[in-house]
């Protein structure tokens, strides 16, 4: 009977130490887990901020790049020189009010049209020369040539062409120099009326010369002396 009431005692002990050992790893692996959920949730935070702040970057950049392309824009837009993309054909892709005030037209009418329609007949060989020259070099090409326009002056320009392979695109940039043309003009008829005159009075002084010779050859034929 003592005996089996041993045994008993042993079997709960043994139960009891069992179940405390259970409990205790049971408590550690808890404590394991939760370390690891705590370890994650962190991680999960600190990546969640990471991402916040990436966002915010983005944003910033965005919002640079979008005062960027406003100012280039503008910039564009309203430059002085006049400024043309041109398709492979040479059909307008795109030009500032500069340019479309110099063909003398609406900027939106002006799309999708012929730039040569607005370039002077005796102009256009010269033109379309170097558009060819531009694609096959790949290099700057300058030229100048009077437009078409409404303005009753004609408007003079200077080009400078440039083909870009990367957007198969020409590039214009157009410079207003009628003044400076006008001021050529003006020069070149003075020049022209300098050399009538001045041709004009040396013929006369020869003429005077000569005049002078004849009446000096009539005096001294006379008996008279020289005067001239």
Not at 21 to 49: C, F, P, T
Not at 83 to 99: K, Q, V, W
């Amino acid at each position: 009977m003592k005996k089996q009431n041993r045994e008993v005692s042993e079997a709960a002990l043994l139960r009891i130490l069992a179940e405390d050992k259970l409990k205790s790893e049971v408590a550690e692996q808890y404590a394991v887990d939760e370390v690891d959920r705590l370890k994650l949730i962190h991680e999960l935070q600190v990546h969640q901020i990471e991402l916040e702040m990436q966002n915010e970057e983005l944003e910033l950049s965005k919002e640079k790049i979008t005062q960027t392309v406003e100012k280039y824009t503008e910039l564009y837009d309203f430059a002085p020189s006049g400024y043309i993309s041109l398709s492979r054909e040479g059909d307008i892709e795109s030009l500032n009010f500069s340019a479309a005030k110099l063909l003398g037209n609406d900027r939106n009418k002006l799309i999708n049209t012929r730039f040569g329609l607005y370039i002077h007949p005796e102009n256009k060989i010269v033109y379309n020369q170097t558009l060819g020259q531009t694609l096959r070099s790949a290099s700057k090409r300058s030229l100048e040539l009077y437009l078409l326009s409404k303005s009753i002056i004609p408007i003079y320009v200077h080009i400078d062409v440039l083909f870009s392979e990367n957007t198969n695109q020409y590039f214009l940039t157009i410079i207003d120099i009628t003044a400076i043309k006008q001021l050529e003009i003006e020069l070149e008829n003075s020049l022209l009326l300098y050399k009538k005159l001045n041709g004009f009075y040396i013929d006369r002084e020869l003429k005077m010369v000569d005049l002078k010779k004849e009446i000096n050859d009539l005096l001294v034929q006379s008996g008279n002396e020289i005067r001239y």
